[in-house]
């Protein structure tokens, strides 16, 4: 029964204040009101003369004079004995920064949408009618705006529905026919179908940025993952470098120990060797005086004469008088002195090859620049021209062998190991190191501008001898609404303003190859970091019959 209670509240609120009618009141268009509601609403129409249904908007002229509802009043005392329905739980009012509904009084609910006929913002309550009465099936809702009254000419009172495209400003009916006469004006709406045609034209070129930037941010991040990779291999194989140093170092210092100790051992053997002969030899030297002082000292004569045949002979000569010779000593300082030498030019050779390893480290930084404009692009353009022994047998070369025909018939070129047998394609007789740039200019349905390795296949009866089907080169497929790029058999969508010309940029040392679309500007289509091991050859490949492709002179 209170759910009833609840249900039937609603049904007979007041639209203006979302509570239950007080004084009911109900204008000629059927819809019922507060008594103090409406007039306050009216109250504030009062300065226009004319006074309208909050709900269906309809006109009132005069201001109509309101009588008591009499039977929603009985309503109204019935519910008051049941109790007061429940106040909706949804309720949303306008806070700070929200767009009010400008039909609610007191406090004030959020609006869920702005009207832009009747210059009205509406909550969700007051906005029923435009959605159930067809009066305003052709009113045009927006979300909701604090701007409504911009719309409204402040001198006149009337809705701007014209754009006065010489003052560049809209204005209503009434400028049109005394300040703006004369002037170009249409509709606010064909205005804004021009002006939004040139909206979208700055969003896709501001997509088209974005694409090329965040390839750019891409590209970078790839930079620093290459630089950062190629950094740790050098530090890791430096490491691995010295580390070998120390050892055949490490090496070197123990077998000149070793030497030097086996020297020292056989010399100091040899010396003692020679003390102990000496020493043996002062001994019995010393025996000898002993007899012979002994004997000298004989007072007999004849004992004297007695005993001296007895004696042993006289020693010989001794062996040692030219045994202090101190060559060991020089020798050891034979070795020092070498060893020194040998350090001085290693300390020599590390200082040159240091030199050539920081200047090597500073190139490889210096190589990853690429050039920012089409100027700075041209001032590393070559010469190129197609190499006939390459080309495949129905392909006509013209324009000095620049220009490639892809006919029907299969022209009568020569043998050659070089010679495309299964695709229609040819390579530049130029192998390209270092920085180069060139230019393609093609027609037809679709053709391919590639880059190749000298060693790719020529021939065979798979797919690996086609540009982009293998590791060894690399193919941008040019269609006329639409690119791809393919390496080893992988195909890459490619997104950009399509043209039948293309550059190609090629920093060979750094590992860097580039495809633009050339035409009023240059657009990166996409970039390869790598590294070759190998000199480059451009490629082209024609995939119709009549397709052309012709290398640009660009000097």
Known sequence: MAQKGVQLGRKISCSICLDLLKDPVTTSCGHSYCMKCIKGFWDGEDEKKTHSCPQCRQSFTPRPVLLKNTMLAALEEELKKTGPPAAPADLCYAGAGDVACDVCTGRKLRACKSCLVCLT?????????????????????????????????????????????????????????????????????????????EVEGSRLNIQQRIQDGEKEVKLLQQEVQAVNGSADK???????????????????????????????????????????????????????DAELK?????????????????????????????????????????????????????????REEWTNVSSTEVDVLLSAAEPASRAGFLQYSQEITLDP??????????????????MGPHHSYSSHPDRFTL???????????????WEVEWRGEAVCV??????????????????????????????????????????????????????????????????????????LLHRVQTTFTQPLHSGVRLCYVGATVELCKLK
């Open 121 to 197: 913002s509406y909550c969700d309550k007051h906005l029923q009618p435009h959605y159930e009465s067809a009066v305003f099936k052709k009113h045009k809702l927006v979300e909701p705006s604090k701007k409504l009254q911009e719309n409204i000419c402040s001198r006149h009172d009337e809705v701007k529905k014209l754009f006065c495209r010489t003052d560049q400003q809209s204005i209503c009916s009434l400028f049109s026919v005394d300040e703006h006469k004369g002037h170009d004006t249409v509709s606010a709406a064909a205005e804004r179908t021009e002006r939004q045609r």
């Open 234 to 288: 050098a530090v890791e194989d430096s490491e691995k470098t010295f580390t070998e140093l120390i050892r055949l170092m490490e090496k070197r210092s123990s077998d000149v120990k070793q030497q030097l100790r086996s020297q020292q051992e056989r010399e100091v053997s040899r010396v003692r060797e020679l003390q102990e002969k000496l020493e043996q030899e002062i001994r019995e030297l010393k025996r000898r």
């Open 294 to 350: 002994l004997l000298s000292h004989t007072e007999d004569h004849n004992q004297f004469l007695l005993s001296y045949p007895s004696l042993p002979a006289p020693l010989s000569e001794a062996t040692h008088s030219s045994s202090t010779n101190i060559r060991p000593l020089s020798y050891f300082e034979d070795v020092t002195a070498g060893l020194s030498a040998v350090r001085d030019k290693l300390q020599d050779a590390l």
């Open 389 to 406: 022994n390459t080309a495949h047998t129905q392909l006509l070369l013209s324009e000095g062998s620049r220009k490639a025909t892809l």
């Open 423 to 437: 695709y229609p394609q040819v390579l530049s007789r130029e192998s390209l190191t270092g920085r180069c740039y």
């Open 450 to 523: 590639a880059v190749a390795d000298k060693n790719i296949s020529r021939s065979g009866g798979g797919d690996e001898s086609g540009f982009g089907n293998n590791d060894k080169s690399w193919s941008l497929d040019c269609y006329l609404n639409r690119y791809s790029f393919c390496y080893n058999n992988i195909q890459t969508p490619v997104s950009g303003p399509p043209s039948s010309r293309v550059g190609v940029y090629l920093d060979h040392r750094a590992g860097v190859l580039s495809f633009y679309s050339v035409s009023e500007t240059m657009t």
